[in-house]
T-cell receptor
Framework: KAGVTQTPRYLIKTRGQQVTLSCSPISGHRSVSWYQQTPGQGLQFLFEYFSETQRNKGNFPGRFSGRQFSNSRSEMNVSTLELGDSALYLC??????????????FGPGTRLTVL | GDSVTQMEGPVTLSEEAFLTINCTYTATGYPSLFWYVQYPGEGLQLLLKATKADDKGSNKGFEATYRKETTSFHLEKGSVQVSDSAVYFCALSDPSGGSNYKLTFGKGTLLTVNP
């Protein structure tokens, strides 16, 4: 079974630009979550989608948005990029919302550098 | 809100040494607890999990026991190998927070094992 895939793996943008990152979950997984990883703040939850609906959102400004498609693939968008948005963006998928616990499977991440 | 505190690194050990990485948590409800590992240049991999008090998660020689009375989930391994060198993250998911799919992470502990 293929794992979570994220594209692109590396991205360089300049301040003020916008960027779109893509995530394909494990086949059959319907929940997709996004996390930002930085040396200073560590791993922080961005948002979670299930069946094309955002169910939970972290404490990030409105410049960060996302969506999920009917095939469970997800995209996140960051507009008006700032230097502080430089980070590793991780996507994770989960098999079912009815499980007692949350076991998430992570992709390799997209490394975004803002110059 | 929920939080996870884990011991600051880096931790440097010789091969075959005993490893302990401390982790304590604060949660509103009754969380599930996880240890994830991140190897250089990769995403997160689930190492082990526990979903209720006194559960012991184990995998690849690593163990952690869910201690509700001390709100702790310390990671241990009896004999580390060079290949265990990585960053280790303690995490929780708390269904009472409204979503079972939001992971709250500790800051991570870098482990280096020397031959």
């Amino acid at each position: 079974k293929a794992g979570v895939t994220q594209t692109p793996r590396y991205l360089i943008k300049t301040r003020g630009q916008q960027v779109t990152l893509s995530c394909s979950p494990i086949s059959g997984h319907r929940s997709v979550s996004w996390y930002q990883q930085t040396p200073g703040q560590g791993l922080q939850f961005l948002f979670e989608y299930f069946s094309e609906t955002q169910r939970n959102k972290g404490n990030f400004p409105g410049r960060f948005s996302g969506r999920q498609f009917s095939n469970s693939r997800s995209e996140m968008n960051v507009s008006t990029l700032e230097l502080g948005d430089s980070a590793l963006y991780l996507c994770a998928s989960s098999p079912s919302p009815w499980r007692v616990y949350n076991e998430q499977f992570f992709g390799p991440g997209t490394r975004l550098t803002v110059l | 809100g929920d939080s996870v505190t884990q011991m600051e690194g880096p931790v440097t050990l010789s091969e075959e040494a005993f490893l302990t990485i401390n982790c304590t948590y604060t949660a509103t409800g009754y969380p599930s607890l996880f240890w994830y590992v991140q190897y250089p240049g990769e995403g997160l991999q689930l190492l082990l999990k526990a979903t209720k008090a006194d559960d012991k998660g184990s995998n690849k020689g690593f163990e952690a026991t869910y201690r509700k009375e001390t709100t702790s989930f310390h990671l241990e391994k009896g004999s580390v190998q060079v290949s265990d060198s990585a960053v280790y993250f303690c995490a929780l998911s708390d269904p009472s927070g409204g979503s079972n799919y939001k992971l709250t992470f500790g800051k991570g502990t870098l482990l280096t094992v020397n031959p």
